[in-house]
């Protein structure tokens, strides 16, 4: 008997573990002061992982610390962390972290930089020494500095850049099948310059010391089959949406969606798209809308034109790629909207009339409430699934409404029969 019940806790805390899983970590939040986004992988690496969430811990802290001393005069700040990752050779890690802060004390927003490349055999990190032969390094330090100033030519601290790339060690930089990618934060090395800068060489020309396969295999997406919706313009609707996903929790609402035939909007962070393949995919597969959240989550009114225009696109085209679906909505990050930002999009704003405020309050029973109260027919319901608590909320939701002879559709569909109800009056 004994064995048996240890067998059992044994598999429990498999499935446990898997369930637990969690492939990029999404926190977001926002109040009066400030705009909080943070998005980095989970890798299953034990010691990657640490590092990486030691690091990202860090970076907040230093930018709540200073919040804190300003806080009577700072408004509008804003803190984001972006990430890469890749993995080569079914070996190499790579992980980048991109930290984003503007507190509107400093005169410039900060633009910070972590790269990890992480040896899965070896189990442990590499710096440039380990990948590149001694004998290389005074000719792979001319190569990035020639290519530095082809690149960045008025902005570049020659002196600067020199004494940086003489600490080989410390130069940050990943790989992939074909090229090599060197980083360099902006302060360091120029002037009137505030974005992280990038340069790339190819393998060939650099003496490695590792192997690395050659050739990219880019994956294939086969179309996807979508079921069809009947949908009665009759009877009372409502539109479910959910933000900041796909993550861990997506499949389990779509699992209740599909239950109560129900179709959701899902309004997604480009950089999360390609590791959920598999629940993007599923998502049209099984009717439902995928809407375009931003590349990161930065906050889109204050981004610049071209950096605008790059958060939308780059998301339009990783969604189509996977899914083969293009989207035609866009809900701004942080819910916020101005003229500017109305003017740049091409994509319909989706905003919402029914905020379940599932990020900011653990009372499951008291969302609900405020939730059904506010919720009246073509009304549109804001989510998250980032959050396992919303897992709970949409079931009871979904059962309390049907009972009240709701049908859930997607935003697409809501517009097409509040169109048809208008030509009937
Ligand atoms: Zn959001």
């Not at 700040?77 to 980048?96: G, S």
């Not at 003496?207 to 919706?229: C, H, P, Q, S």
């Not at 919402?352 to 405020?370: G, M, N, P, Q, Y």
Request: net charge positive; with cysteine; charged share 30%.
């Amino acid at each position: 008997m004994k064995k048996v019940l240890c067998l059992f806790a044994f598999l429990l805390l498999i499935t446990g573990c898997n369930k637990q899983e969690n492939k990029v970590k999404t926190i977001v939040q926002k109040n009066n002061q400030m705009k909080i986004a943070i998005n980095y992988p989970i890798t299953k690496e034990k010691r990657l992982d640490q590092k990486i969430q030691k690091d990202v811990k860090m970076r907040y802290q230093n930018f709540l610390e200073q919040q804190k001393e300003f806080v009577a005069i700072a408004k509008d700040a804003e803190f984001n962390i972006d990430y890469t990752y890749d993995i080569i050779d079914q070996r190499y890690m790579m992980v980048v972290l991109k930290t984003f802060s503007n507190s509107n004390l400093l005169s410039s927003p900060m633009n910070d930089l972590d790269t990890y490349v992480f040896d899965k055999k070896k189990n442990k990190f590499l710096t440039l020494s380990d990948v590149i032969s001694p004998t290389e390094n005074k000719k792979v330090i001319s190569m990035i500095l020639n290519k530095l100033k082809k690149q960045y030519p008025d902005c570049l601290l020659i002196d600067r850049v020199k004494k940086l790339l003489n600490q080989f060690t410390k130069i940050h930089f990943t790989f992939d099948e074909e090229q090599f990618y060197f980083y360099f934060e902006p302060y360091e090395i120029s002037a009137g310059y505030f974005d992280i800068m990038m340069i790339s060489i190819p393998i060939e020309n650099l003496g490695l010391t590792i192997d690395i396969n050659e050739g990219k295999v880019e994956k294939e997406w086969k179309k996807i089959e979508t079921t069809t919706r009947v949908i009665d313009p009759n009877q009372k609707s409502v539109a479910l949406t959910f933000d900041d996903g796909p993550s861990v929790y997506t499949n389990e609402l779509l699992n209740i969606l599909k239950k109560y035939d129900a179709s959701g909007t899902f309004f997604v962070i480009g950089n999360k798209v390609e590791i959920y393949s598999d629940t993007m995919r599923r998502m049209v597969q099984e009717g439902n809308e995928i809407g375009n959240h931003s590349y990161n989550h930065k906050w889109l009114t204050k981004v610049s034109e071209q950096e605008f225009l790059d958060q939308i696109n780059q998301t339009q085209q990783v969604i189509k790629k996977v899914t083969g679906f293009t989207p035609r909505l866009l809900r701004p990050t942080y819910g916020a909207m101005n003229q500017s930002l109305r003017k740049r999009s091409e994509l319909k704003i989706v905003m919402w009339d029914v905020d379940t405020r599932d990020w900011e309050s653990h009372d499951i029973d008291h969302i609900l409430k405020k939730t059904i109260q506010n919720t009246k027919d073509g009304s549109i319901i804001l989510m998250h699934d980032t959050k396992k608590q919303t897992i709970t909320i949409l079931e009871r939701l979904l059962k309390e409404l049907k009972q009240d002879d709701y049908q859930f559709v997607t935003v697409s569909e809501l517009d097409k029969i509040k169109q048809l109800q208008k030509y009937e009056k």
